[in-house]
């Protein structure tokens, strides 16, 4: 069974400060594409509608910054 994770924190410098930290868990991905997992974690976060774009993305990981917002999140699946 795969799942993915969420990670919000908040930016300090332009870096991930951790000051605060909101962590979600979606189980059972298989069969999703990036895509859908990414909407469905942002559903689950409350975010639908913030927008954000891509900084980083490496295999399992894909780091995203919030346009107007100092925080930052961090999608990681496992398969």
Known sequence: MSSAYIEVTDLYGGEANYCWVKRYELEDIDGLT??????????LAELNGVRWRKVAECGDYIQYKFIGWYATAFIIMEY
């Open 34 to 43: 990036t895509n859908q997992i990414v909407r469905r974690l942002k559903r």
